[in-house]
């Protein structure tokens, strides 16, 4: 799991950028974590659904790839329930659901402490190629 940690974690990519950084991963399972800042909010002053669903996205994707096999989104869905504000430390938590030979579903939960923000559920293609071979 190291391995898929250091990867993931390595930066340079779209993710890392704005700001969110991964905390841990395990088969099927992974925990991430943005810190909001100005640069994070949009025109009414709360935390820009783009970045929310960014740091959805990266944590199913880690989750997703963990088994070692690349593995790509194809359909996403998010609902938001709470606004985030400035200050915020948002933590996903991505679970596997359920997955056939090809298929994973997975739910990521996005909090702010105690309050639920988003609750986002992905579903990803499993490819055969290895995630260290891209």
Known sequence: MQKIFNFFSSGGDFASNIGIK???VHYGY???ILKTTEFHLNQAGVVHGGAIFT????????????F?????????????MHAAKLGDELIAVAKLV????RL????VLIKNKDKKIAMFTGTVYKTDRNVFEV
């Open 22 to 24: 991964l905390i841990d």
């Open 98 to 101: 359920d997955e056939s030979k």
């Open 104 to 107: 994973g579903t997975y739910e």
């Open 68 to 80: 070692g096999r690349v593995s790509l989104a194809i359909n996403t869905t998010i609902s938001f």
């Open 55 to 66: 740091l959805a996205d990266y944590t199913l994707a880690v989750a997703s790839n963990s």
């Open 30 to 32: 992974a925990k991430a």
